[in-house]
């Protein structure tokens, strides 16, 4: 007899419109994003009003759904331009506004009476009663604290209706603060996390001094238990879908509204695939490695399961290596030959295969091995034999920013895929 399991909203980020397009075409079943004003991700480049408007129009043509961000903690000031936002952006038919502040989710209820409302992260539902208690409210999704186990999930869930869903990160930075709610920032800075604009100082490298001897400072560092400093791991639970979905988690929540178009596709897709394999056999699932291995493709920091498996009391999951780890470039994505039409007297097709167009992201040379990654797909290799410019000349590489340029490749390549190194 065959299980039956739900299917589990895969929601990604989209820090702007290139990576919102790039998060719907690999594979996203919504997006989250933020205007330019009350967003946790200030630095993020974000949507002005109209642009609001068209990644409304654009996602609801594509049968998607879009959340936008209004997750900080704002001062009584502000509610002045909070309730003229609110005003600008009430008819543009958001699916739902992530809010964490009371006062901002009693200002959209007065402006906006039949908004759909998800409580963030930063409101730190860590118990059932609290999660009972945003419900009251009227919520209609809770975004778990970070720092659940999975077994907290499942008793969370157990306690509330159906109709009220639960959403979870299951990939990205996390924070070592308390559901991100951090005073470093605004101590060091003057730039207030709690109202979008972290500096991220946990990330930064410290040195310890003597109060006497303050020209002889002493690097801190770690030990064979760990830092014991501030930098968390990365979030990676892609070889836990079953569990996660068994425990009734409702929406998978990429983080990363910052990173790259690349990040954005790279990490939708692997998801996408491993939801899709499972839901199509559950009973004999089996993870594919592949797709792990698509994941170390984009920058990121050591990864871990967050806490799902693993007591924040017991591992903090502190980073044991300084900075990033860094894999594939990105090399370009192919065009549509509307965007880059083929000039005249270019060999569209021969037995080496046939010429596409590209927009370049880092330097791309002949003899360079590649790989492009497709919707659906792992990353299929092959090495740049011939490169041409958009007037089509031959060219030895593509080396300026956003050059549009041909690459001839042995297989199909359609307009988003995106080229890599090998």
């Not at 919707?375 to 041409?388: A, C, D, H, R």
Request: with cysteine; charged share 25%; glycine share 6%.
């Amino acid at each position: 007899m065959n299980m039956k399991v739900s299917r589990p909203e895969l929601l990604s980020p989209a820090g702007n419109f290139e990576k919102l397009r790039a998060a719907l075409l690999y594979g996203a079943d919504a997006v989250y994003l933020a205007g330019r004003r009350f967003g946790m991700r200030s630095a993020a480049d974000n949507f002005t009003d109209e642009e609001l408007k068209d990644a409304v129009e654009y996602v609801h043509a594509r049968g998607k759904k879009i959340y936008l961000t209004m997750n900080t903690m704002p001062h009584g000031n502000e509610y002045p331009a909070l309730r003229e936002f609110l005003r600008t952006v009430k008819d543009y038919g958001i699916d739902a506004m992530i809010v964490a502040d009371l006062g901002v989710m009693a200002t959209i209820r007065e402006i906006i009476p039949d908004m759909e409302i998800h409580v963030s992260t930063q409101a730190s539902i860590v118990s059932p009663e609290a999660a009972l208690a945003y419900a009251s409210l009227g919520a209609k999704r809770l975004v778990l604290a970070r720092e659940l186990m999975i077994d907290e999930i499942r008793a969370i869930r157990a306690a509330l209706p159906e109709t009220v869903e639960l959403e979870a990160f299951v990939h990205g930075s996390m924070c070592v603060s308390y559901s991100g709610r951090c005073m470093l920032s605004h101590n060091l800075t003057g730039r207030d996390a709690n109202r979008g604009a972290c500096t991220q100082p946990c990330r930064w490298t410290y040195t310890v001094t003597e109060e006497k001897r303050k020209d002889q400072p002493y690097p801190v560092e770690q030990n064979e238990l760990g830092t014991f400093i501030m930098s968390s791991k990365d979030m990676c639970t892609v070889e836990h879908i079953p569990e996660l979905i068994d425990a009734g988690i409702n929406s998978f929540k990429i983080e990363g509204r910052m990173k790259s178009a690349y990040y954005t596709a790279v990490v939708t897709n692997a998801y996408r695939m491993a939801i899709d394999a499972y839901l199509s056999d559950p009973e004999n699932y089996v993870f594919d490695s592949a797709i792990y291995r698509e994941l170390e493709s984009v920058s990121h920091r050591e990864y871990c399961t967050g806490f799902y498996f693993d007591d924040p009391m017991v591992n903090p999951q502190l980073s044991t290596i300084d900075g990033y780890i860094r894999d594939k470039a990105y090399f370009a994505t192919a065009l549509d030959l509307s965007e880059c039409p083929m000039p005249e007297g270019l060999e569209a097709e021969n037995d080496n295969g046939r010429l596409y167009p590209f927009i370049q992201r880092n330097k791309v040379s002949v003899g360079d091995g590649a790989e492009i990654i497709s919707p659906n797909k792992i990353g299929v290799g092959f090495t740049v034999s011939e490169l041409y410019s958009e007037s089509g000349e031959p060219i030895p590489s593509a080396p300026h920013p956003a050059m549009k340029f041909f690459a001839r490749v042995p297989f199909e390549v359609k307009a988003g895929d995106i080229m890599r190194n090998a």
